[in-house]
């Protein structure tokens, strides 16, 4: 039975769990024991309307089962089949941390997707697992249940081609349709027609497969930033400058990437502003964060290339800089730099200004690397 050892090899011995033709089975005795939160699943309640096969743990099992033995997931590229089976197992992984019940008795796991979709991201950035493979089954977590509503939405059509940029809705798809197999309801029939047309939606928006093809890079980040955009419209991309936008845990090698790759461009870090100021990386950031706009802005009206320097770890953070940047009219790249959780400790211990390793933890835990939609280049370096 392959076993968990070192962060070197957990990805290869996860890769040995995802069966195999002809058997196509399924060794849960070797999956459970892999990590506590799929343990937890076992005694995590559902409402008995949605999931009268009881709790996540039999949920999570029958899913599996459903999305094995469906013939179009085991004609797939072995990499696919991997990353869904791997989805599938962890689809619900965050329920545990978010059930409660309800005073009207009901059991509710509101935000499960998200947060399961985070945790799923720690475990395999602690397994080892690569980037792309990782972050494409983390986006199915995190919009595992769209197709269950899609068409119930005000615009679906807009909402799928968002989602598109997100994960691969195909690939969504027959996981809904997995979900819903996984389950023992009364509505399981209306259930598998809403996804039947998701998937209509998607193909008749062209990014059933793909993302869709928008006419370039800024009509793209116009779609995600206007409301009423018209996803066929061909923006005019005339930029003042060119921003480079950092992103990546305390450590993780962004001070070695721009000196290799942006040596001449003027930087503004927030590191060392908090320097300047006498200001920790645990205390209020308010000062800081001011400070860094108003010289980006000094830049920015200059037309000047330069590089903003910080974690920027999470979309909610890496918003307002690219807020600022497109309201001068720059065009965005994101650089994320990423390697393993004991590298990131190591190195972030040999810099000057190193961080408490607590403070690396928080961060990582709330990590949301760049996806391709928010920025007008986006790097995995």
């Known amino acids: 039975m392959p076993k968990l050892r070192r962060a070197s090899d957990t990805h290869d011995d996860l890769m040995l769990l995802v069966p195999t033709g002809p058997l196509w089975r399924i060794d849960w005795d070797a999956i459970w024991p892999l990590w506590p939160e799929l343990a937890a699943l076992d005694t995590c ?132 349709k997995a979900d819903a197999l996984g389950r023992v309801c009364a509505d399981q029939d209306a259930i598998l ?71 001449y461009h003027p930087v503004v870090s927030l590191d060392l502003i908090r320097d300047e100021l006498g200001v920790s990386a645990t205390d209020n950031q308010g000062q800081v964060i001011q400070a860094a706009h108003e010289r980006a802005r000094e830049y920015l009206r200059k037309g000047t290339d330069f590089v903003w320097n910080a974690t920027n770890v999470t979309r909610l953070n890496r918003s307002k800089v690219l807020r600022l940047l497109r309201d001068y009219g720059a065009k965005v790249e994101i650089v994320y730099v990423e390697v393993g959780p004991n590298k990131v400790h190591r190195q972030n211990r040999d810099r000057p200004d190193a961080v408490p390793d607590a403070v690396i933890d928080h961060l990582a835990r709330k990590l949301e690397p760049p996806e391709m939609w928010e920025a007008h280049e986006v790097t995995i370096a």
């Open 45 to 176: 309640p559902q409402g008995p309307i949605h999931h009268a096969e009881g709790d996540v743990g039999t949920h999570t099992r029958m899913v599996v089962e459903a999305l094995v033995a469906e013939p179009y997931w085991r004609n797939l590229a072995r990499d696919d089949q991997t990353y869904l089976f791997w989805a599938a197992v962890l689809h619900d992984i965050g329920k545990p941390a978010v059930t409660k019940h309800e005073e009207d008795g009901r059991i509710s796991s509101r935000r499960h997707s998200r947060v399961g979709a985070s945790i799923a991201r720690q475990l395999l950035w602690h397994a080892g697992s690569p980037f792309a493979w990782r972050e494409a089954l983390c986006g199915i977590i995190a919009h595992h249940q769209l197709p269950f509503w899609l068409i119930e939405r005000p615009d679906p059509t807009r909402m799928a081609i968002e989602t598109s940029w997100r994960c691969r809705p195909d690939h969504l798809c027959l996981h809904a």
């Open 193 to 263: 027609e809403s996804v039947s047309l998701a998937a209509i939606t998607f193909q008749e928006a062209c990014c059933f497969d793909a993302p869709f093809a928008f006419a370039n890079d800024e009509s793209r980040v116009a779609y995600f930033d206007l409301p009423d955009r018209d996803p066929h419209y061909a923006a005019h991309a005339d930029f003042t400058c060119t921003v480079t936008v950092m992103s990546g845990l305390p450590g993780s090698g962004k001070d070695t990437w721009i000196a290799q790759n942006r040596p």
